[in-house]
């Protein structure tokens, strides 16, 4: 999945309580929702791992 700004890649990033979509150019974070209709198939097969993904 690539980033709205600069078109580089998106990973999953998790952390305590929340998971988010980090671009690995300019390193902005994408909350799931924000891009939940763009997410490419590798993308949400990563994501279903998680058990619940909270929205904040």
């Known amino acids: ?15 305590c309580r929340q998971v988010r979509l980090k671009c690995n150019g300019c390193q902005r974070e994408y909350q ?3 891009v939940a209709a763009d ?8 994501l279903e791992r998680y058990t619940a993904i909270i929205y904040d």
């Open 1 to 15: 999945m690539e980033c709205k700004e600069c078109e580089a890649t998106l990973t999953v990033l998790r952390r």
């Open 32 to 34: 799931i929702h924000e």
């Open 39 to 46: 997410l490419d198939a590798a993308t949400e097969a990563e």
